[in-house]
């Protein structure tokens, strides 16, 4: 929300005061009028007055009509079009004494952002991490089969693919448009592919000199080394793609760097690469050096995918397995610059039965979330929450562990909590590593409720089989009685175990959830792929539609296919130590229409990454994967398209 003019004067008002402190009436008098706002279409203007005087009431107005209930001292639109551009609004400030009426306040609405629809310029396509592809004209569920679907290319890369692919559509290299995706590695590099001739158009890497890429820091999570683990992100009219690279120098110290590259050459943009330092007022995690709580390059990975809202890039930290002590970060840059421009950490003084910090970003590779607005969402794992709340309901030490957090744009260097939601249990899940931020967080399209009213919804889920719809604008804070705070809980929404896999194999969310057409999907560890179908802005307590497949631990990473409203398609990879499979499903009916396994060894593609979901693009799809290192294998992407 973009307010403007300042904020002041409630509903009684302020009062005169004489030389002896006797309180005096007073006529209104407007101190500061309302100011003209210029917003991107789908945003939200918000016009305020400020004004003295005794038992104050408003009257906001537009284009000289009142407007309905708008008597407070400040005025939000509903979301703006481009035909509200050019309205005027005023408002008239009365008491008993008096009457004052304002300047008026000029509304410009401005296009919002375009991007071309057959683009992905960012983790599951968009900043609401939908995942869903709405612009592919070429496979639908009649001709994505066996007989006429499979393998493109298969494209040797130097290191594992954890990082989502990401394409461009008709994008020009000198004289000539392609259809390109490019390709981070945990080697440290960064491939342009044209995706259909399968020809290398640029490879860059981003160690520095006499650096090489990061060894694995003791954890079987991302191993043999770790270079970028973290899906990248396009500016596609800047010609930009950023993206966190890890490295190693002789002397043993490790660097975390922000790159900006050329989208058409890979070459290094003017102010990158730079050094991801930080620090935050704090006692609640180690480096603490003179009271500040200090980032340490060697401690985290940036594992969450990085986000780009209104100019700004976010990247969010994790540790590697849980090598104690840490905590979580999120650490904000201008785009056009390169210049830190906030940091939030989500433990500054937390402590609990012994540890301190945790509450990082894992998000199994998903990242923040932002709205129209650019608020930023995000969800913590295990860790501190302050349960003694401050009069209004935040946790009085500014530990957010385990919790669902809405954050604003940068502000003076920082980025304020504006909501959060966390469970009644949320410190026994803590202690019992039951974390919300397994899984990934998604910001639904608006939703109707029974009443018609709007509503603006986000999901998440994690490791206790807990699914927790949430309204934005009111998250629901703390309480000790139930889960009811939220929305919408939806308690024990997956299975415990699955007689189908590994006995002991863990249960819960490790992906990310897709929508489309008011159903949202998930893949659970252990579990079939379960679709609900939202009605009146609430999900059924059970699934609408499930796979017949089972997926075991992790689950599998979803992505979804659609020409508009129609010929929808739910991708999903199955991972195994050998090979991958790429599963084709009707979304309509959750009906198998493809799997890779089908061809024989036609369409094998090695092992999967267990995070990284397909990416869709130009009537091919995209499928990271790692070498079969006991077969000699090499890292392949893998374009699968029509035969």
Known sequence: ??????????????????????????????????????????????????????????????????????????YSTPSTTAADSGESFTVIVTNALGSKTSTAALLTVTPAESTPANDVLTYHNDNQRTGQYLAETVLTPSNVKQSSFGVRHLLAVDGKIDAQPLALSAYSIGSTAHNIVYVATEHDSVYAFDSDSGATLWKVSLVGSAETP????????????????????????????????????TAGNYHQRLHALNLATGAELAHSPVEIIASVSGTGAPATVGGRIVFD??????????????????????????????????????????????????????????EQGEASFWNANSGPSADANGNIYAMSANGVFDVTLTADGFPTGNDYGNSIIKLSTPTNGTLNVLDYFTMYNTVAESDGDIDLASGGLMLLPDQLDSSGAKRHLAVGAGKDRNIYLVDRDSLGKFNTASDDNAYQPLLDAFPASSPACTSGAPAGVYGAPVYFEGTVYYSASGDVIRAFKLAAAKMPSQPSLQS??????????????ANGTQNAILWAVQNSTNQAVLHAYDAATLAELYNSAQAGTRDQIGPGSKFTPPTIANGKVLVGTQADTSAGGKNYLAIFGSL
């Open 297 to 354: 390059a060697a401690r985290y990975e940036e594992r969450s995918a990085l986000l780009l809202s209104q100019g700004t890039i976010y990247t969010s930290w994790s540790s590697h397995c849980d090598a104690e002590n840490y905590t979580g970060w999120i650490v904000a840059y201008a785009e056009s610059s390169l210049q830190q421009s906030a940091v939030f950490n989500d433990e500054p003084s937390g402590s609990q039965n012994g």
């Open 214 to 249: 990061s060894d694995n820091r003791g954890c079987f999570q991302v191993t043999p080394e770790i270079g970028i683990t973290a899906t990248p992100v396009i500016d596609r009219t800047a010609g930009s793609l950023f993206v966190v690279a890890m490295s190693k120098d």
């Open 548 to 561: 017949s497949a089972t997926y075991c631990y992790p689950g599998a990473p979803l992505s979804i296919s």
């Open 1 to 74: 929300m973009l307010t403007l003019g300042a904020c002041g004067g409630g509903g009684s008002g302020g009062t005169g005061t004489s030389g002896s402190g006797t309180t005096m009436a007073a006529a209104p008098v407007i101190t500061q009028e309302p100011a003209d706002a210029t917003v991107t279409a789908g945003s939200i203007a918000t016009f305020a007055v400020t004004a003295t005087g005794s038992g104050l009431r408003y009257q906001w107005s537009r284009n000289g009509t009142a407007i309905a209930g708008a008597m407070s001292a400040s």
